[in-house]
T-cell receptor, first 115, second 113 residues
């Protein structure tokens, strides 16, 4: 298996622009997570899907952030409009899900820079 | 509020010696704990875990100790090697809850030759 695949690996955008991050989870995994890593807050959970349904989006910072999972093999995290404080590394992770939510497998991340 | 805390942002250890990384948690419902390792420009990768029914789990050079009464766990690496230099994240979860992993801020370990 190729693991969790994220694209792009790097994104540089201007303040106010829309940014879309993409994720393909491991085939057969039912849970998908979006995390953001910053120096100040470490790895913080943004949103969590189970069977394509958002379960917990309490970590989404503001209405500028939205996430979708239209099917079991694809998810997007969108920021519109982007701001410099959104600069961070965004990770997508997946796990087998169900009641056995133990280990999560991470993608390589997208480093976002908003200038 | 941070439910999983790693109070040491960084740690430097000489090669061959023991590295001890610490983690505290506040939620007494947590019953499954994990350590992840992260190299620069890569995603975190699972290292070792422990269930709350145990107080120790060992995998080669890596051992995790859990003290439930103190709500504390630690990762011991012995002997430390330069390739162990990475950021280590502690994570906690409640099994069968459907919750996502709750991570600490990480500890950057540097193992010097």
């Amino acid at each position: 298996d190729a693991g969790v695949i994220q694209s792009p690996r790097h994104e540089v955008t201007e303040m106010g622009q829309e940014v879309t991050l993409r994720c393909k989870p491991i085939s057969g995994h039912n849970s998908l997570f979006w995390y953001r890593q910053t120096m100040m807050r470490g790895l913080e959970l943004l949103i969590y899907f189970n069977n394509n349904v958002p379960i917990d989006d309490s970590g989404m910072p503001e209405d500028r952030f939205s996430a979708k999972m239209p099917n079991a093999s694809f998810s997007t995290l969108k920021i519109q409009p982007s701001e410099p404080r959104d600069s961070a590394v965004y990770f997508c992770a997946s796990s087998p899900g169900g009641t056995e939510n133990t280990e999560a497998f991470f993608g390589q991340g997208t480093r976002l820079t908003v200038v | 509020d941070q439910q999983v805390k790693q109070n040491s942002p960084s740690l430097s250890v000489q090669e061959g010696r023991i590295s001890i990384l610490n983690c505290d948690y506040t939620n007494s419902m947590f019953d499954y704990f994990l350590w992840y390792k992260k190299y620069p420009a890569e995603g975190p990768t699972f290292l070792i875990s422990i269930s709350s029914i145990k107080d120790k789990n060992e995998d080669g050079r890596f051992t995790v100790f859990l003290n439930k009464s103190a709500k504390h766990l630690s990762l011991h690496i012995v002997p430390s090697q330069p390739g162990d230099s990475a950021v280590y994240f502690c994570a906690a979860n409640i099994l069968n809850s459907g919750y996502a992993l709750n991570f600490g801020k990480g500890t950057s370990l540097l193992v010097t030759p």
